[in-house]
């Protein structure tokens, strides 16, 4: 973040935001950094905001830029902020590369975010800001996902439950029919037995 003092709050000249140049495919967390960036920035605010790749050492120069292609392209999620106002700028580790997206920046006029023109002119409360309702928005999300995973886990639980009290009920009653055959074939022998008795007396 580049920024300089005008009055009595701060406007940026600048606004960055650092990407390795070999994450290609943006996952969930990312894109919902990305999406809350987005709106601490505001639309109008994209014009000061560079999109710095790093790691370039880790990738050949053909590789490099075939992957930069990739973040430009339609489908990657950086391309809205890029067809706004934003700027992709490589940083290879070197001053040289670092001191030419600070020049860039300082050649920006200074802007106003979104978040600080919500809180401070519009005197909105953070709840209330395009900022804090991404956050409720994703909060809300991942309660949600909660709850779904823990009424599957609570159905996984009474289905087991329900399989072992099963398979338990037919065991007992495999016992029983062992007990019942048995006590069977005492009743069976108690005759014979008697008169083996009787005979031996």
Known sequence: MVSRRHGANSRLTGLIYIHRISDTRVGGTSQRNLRMFRKLCGNDSLKNVVIVTTMWDQVTPEEGSRLEQELRSNDSPFKPLLDDGATMMRHKRTAESATKVINYL??????????????????????????????????????????????????EMMEELERGLTEERRRIEQHMVKLLKELDELKQGIPGAIRRCVSLN
């Open 106 to 155: 300082l050649g920006k006029s200074p802007t106003t975010t979104q978040i600080v023109r919500e809180l401070l002119q519009e005197k909105k409360t953070l709840e209330e800001t395009a900022a804090g309702t991404e956050l409720l928005s994703d909060i809300q999300a991942l309660l949600k996902k909660h709850d779904a995973e823990m009424e599957s886990l609570r159905t």
